[in-house]
């Protein structure tokens, strides 16, 4: 069971939900947002109903759950939450393909690559700044300079910018510019980032940790959701397995697994999971048939020159081509579904907008 | 490089190739099938041209590779293998589903489930008559008179008939009735098995193990293949990872990855990958998105009450919904591509037939 | 709960059985061995004394289980099972070491090994006639000469001989030289030849399959063991995971794990997975210290010449210095025990024999 | 090739260096450290020695390596690295064993633990102030006061103190009052961390991810060297596999790979692979007969009443029987080998200490 607090919420309304709590032999745990205060319990046995919470002066709302990831799980949801994503969304229909350099390595390649994903039917653009690297001797990236790059090229081409945040101590200055805040698989469970980026507001790219099951996914969702936000994207990247011929294992099963689990949108990177370009296409084809709320694809003007991640890079006309690829697939499965197939199977809770929902 | 003997080569003119590969510093090793003798050497420093072997009596042909699995690799081939499946016939742009019981329960379940899924569009029934179970206790299926209902339904029906064979032994008998002889995750391994199915001359559907690297799984198809048997559908089914939310992980990028090393068709069974029901659909239809040749399902008139699989297997309403969408999902691909997209990409090379096609 | 058969029980005796365990809801699962039928059921719920089983003519005893692998289960036997190796054994307190070249190369070596390993305290020889390969054109064993050598071989050492079978169809021929039948990690679920190798009613070293859970390894020695043939050792070798950087993960853990779940000995190769010879001493010795009732060792007179696994195999000297290392570990162990760690925790139930102890 | 600058080296010094690695076609790489900056150099084929980069001034050492890990490779250090732990030391012969509750639970059980350790020969304290927690509702450690607690347990015992560091910002306030700064497993590729506590000067207890590879794992640690930090100490805790009977797999074969590929000291955490405190003893002693430095182990007075990882933790008296254990498996392969084995093999090299010894 998990209590909401109202974003007002007194010290002395929280003590009175902790005591009853309390009284009935749970342990209640609590988890402070910047808007808001979320109570959770791990026994569940007495059910919400016999406490009488809703009636206590504070609580928003009280939601029922076997799930350790309360506030994500599908259960406690109306439907499916949309994220904004600039001018598009994300999720319950709403597809959304992200796609830029892995990193941002200077303003004219950075728009050249913006305006060609952005024709080519791309809903936003990344690029990192700060770049996470196996090796302390690799490239990390430009830093708070290419943060620029993405705000010029935003302003020129509209769309909005995803990008990654490694330190607690950048998450500030990189809200700033990012239309969506990134955390990449390496820090899926790093725990203070989480609860800071979190804190910002900002719609959260939550990537997959390459080896978090997903109920370790769902929990580091739970996270960012426990602090009052809601706009978690998350995205399937691939995890470690025995078989290296490819750089990752791409987790095709975790698209409806987590579909069934979350109300929040799910989306894929290829690029990543395959290592090498001319495998991309196909495991995008296959999020898309799957059922992914979007991609997330590394897209470089010059794949062969990229300082990072070339050999997965697309090239612009291979991009192209497999949007078109794309776009057939949504529009099959679209016209024998009469609309989107998970939202088909959702139509009837998702009613209303979801409590999360962050518009 | 691989050296094919011509079938009625004598054992003189294989020794005359053994002492020329052994004079020039090789160390050849010998397959030897029913119809054909094969002759592999690892060291291909030399070149095959410098030995002048294709110029040797008894020599058919003579395949530079610098793969393992020579036989099975797209580089020693003129282009992807079609299996035949009956009237049918998979890879190389044919695309088959087989479907039907994890196991053959009796003869009315067995007709009920044949009859809907020819109706629903699949090209072959699936049914074990021995099946491997990881418990002694557990059912093992109803042995040599599942057979006989198998070969009685494909009388009724017009579907070829895919059945599992678990023992040397048993090949024999197996082939009588079995179309394609399925060999299991579990022996994919097993080496004696797969010298003996490949003397059948029959196809073979060859399961990955569930810890195979893509690697190893040329290399048990190379078995079948150096015995002369050409006629081999490789299958992904899921391979075990630390995530455990679903039965087995699909490598769903094994799909593309096989088809660009190998000329060999290359099949999905979503159905155990998943483990769950619900599952099954979005990965099948991730698996056609991602290029395979077709699909191996499990289906069952009344899956609660199945004695093995239930729990993965898909009720007959199901499985033609999810026909409906594999047709729609191939269909847009073909449009967007005006033909096969793997076979357009190798249609250069695929003027003739493969050099180990069937037919 | 599992119900043994006496020996000479009758067809009507068995049908008996059968039919108090219907009446009462459950569903008996039959085991077929040479000299005994196991009778096992999965529900539980009744417990075996409210039926009454034990005073049914033909019942030998009644063992309840609430694990799915009934006989291999602690809880089922009075101790641990001690199997028999020539004059030696392994288990409850006994250590073997059993070692020797990965195949027999021919009669010098292996007699050289052999005597060598004997010297160092080896208590059998390991030599493989039939080797199973990844690839079909590497060296797959000399075949039945190579066990006409190991027969001699154990003439002239006394060491007993432990080596592979795998075809069902050379089991009997196998069982005639081999004092231990080994079944191999890619045949660990190969069911067919694991009830012919449990029909044999000789010791089977069985090794834990690459990719198989502790439950599976457990279920696979169950075939074995419902067969009416229980001795049987569990080999740790090995699992398969995301690091290469070793041939294998091995599986520590697996041991002391194994220990409390089982009677069964439990030994460790170190060889196969290390897969570099200079890790071979650290992971015996690991085993040693972690449990292990005895190790699998490659040794090689000429590691560097050897015709498979010579990265992986100790050279003579090597091997003697391991072997002086492990002796110490165990003494140092037994003098701050006063016995062995094990036996100790287990001497309460050890009183007699376990019931499927093999002398 | 890694060029390490002298303490002083000036940007004129280091701009010098940087030029000529440019003219001769290289791309060298700046990890700039609190008191040192290191220049690595990915393209070795030149060799350091045709450079005459020894005679630049700033230039303290030019260290040859293959490896991606340079400052962590044994081929650039003279000898094992030894990093101190308060009165204590681990590596190059000196073993240490870190002991204390998972999480500090209060005054009162810290001192009971830390006094109890202490006397069975634990060399240092462990404990958590701040934990990081899968779920946002579990126990995340008292935080602060906890820091305090620790600082006042060492007076009171003279154990130096152990514990981790989860976000940049704490790093300084952790750092006032660990001995060692201890990085979790989860952000063992937290980059921007590893950078942050590597400015500190202090020791470093970094724990191997769960799905970090060996190279990773090194990388990792090269994060902190490259800051001019030498004293690293490696955890092996456990890799996640598909195998779940038991937390996390110990990759015991991990410390002898180590071993061999770096200066610094192994050490092995028994607790957290096994998840159950049972089988802990097991993995400990198998860890210091696979030649590990030292272990981490997690005790508690009470472990069924501990607020985090109870179920691993050791009562006082198992850890007592453990530590003897342990001596006994040390004393004894000290006696057959008249020394650390580790030392042994490196004596040659070892003549003076590791150029990043921290004493």
Same mark, same amino acid.
């Given at each position: 069971m998990v209590i909401v607090m109202t974003p007002g919420a007194t010290e002395g309304e929280i003590e009175a939900v902790l005591a009853r709590l309390g009284r009935a032999g749970l342990e209640p745990r609590l988890s402070r947002g910047a808007a808001q205060v979320v109570i959770a319990c791990?026994?569940? $046995?007495?059910?919400?109903?016999? #406490?009488?919470? $809703?009636? #206590?002066?504070? *609580?928003a709302s009280v939601l029922p759950s076997e799930k350790p990831y309360a506030l994500a799980s599908r259960e406690t949801a109306t439907g499916p939450t949309t994220v904004p994503l600039g001018a598009h969304a994300v999720g319950a229909g709403a597809f959304a393909v992200i796609a830029g350099p892995?990193? *941002?390595?200077?303003p004219e390649m950075l728009l050249e690559t913006a305006r060609a994903v952005r024709d080519a039917g791309a809903s936003a653009l990344r690029g990192g700044a700060f770049k996470p690297r196996t090796s302390p001797y690799a490239f990390r990236g430009l830093g708070e300079p290419a943060l620029d790059m993405l705000a010029a090229v935003r302003a020129e081409t509209g769309l909005p910018v995803v990008t990654e945040v490694l330190d607690t101590r950048h998450v500030a200055r990189v809200a700033e510019v990012a239309d969506v805040l990134q955390i990449g698989t390496r820090n899926m469970q790093n725990f203070a980032l989480l609860s800071e980026v979190g804190g910002t507001g900002k719609p959260i790219l939550l990537k997959r940790g390459m080896s978090a099951t997903l109920e370790d996914f769902l929990l580091a969702a739970e996270y960012v959701l426990s602090?009052?936000?809601?706009a978690v994207i998350l995205c399937e990247r691939g995890i470690r397995t025995f $078989?290296?011929?490819?750089?990752?294992? #791409?987790?095709?099963?975790a698209v409806p697994y987590l579909k069934r689990e979350t109300h929040l949108p799910v989306i894929v990177d290829p690029s990543h999971a395959a290592g090498a370009r001319d495998l991309v296409p196909a495991l995008a084809l296959a999020a898309v048939a799957a059922g992914a709320d979007g991609l997330l694809v590394e897209v470089h003007p010059d794949p062969d020159a990229a300082r990072s991640d070339g050999e997965q890079s697309l090239d612009l006309e291979t991009f192209g081509g497999m949007m078109r690829d794309v776009r057939a697939v949504r529009g099959a499965l679209a016209r024998v579904h009469g609309g989107d197939r998970v939202q088909d199977t959702t139509s009837a809770k998702a009613a209303s907008s979801s409590e999360y929902r962050k518009t």
């Open positions: 791990a026994g569940d $046995e007495i059910g919400p109903s016999g #406490l009488g919470l $809703e009636a #206590l002066s504070g *609580v892995c990193s *941002v390595e200077g602090r009052g936000n809601g $078989e290296r011929a490819m750089r990752y294992t #791409l987790d095709i099963g």
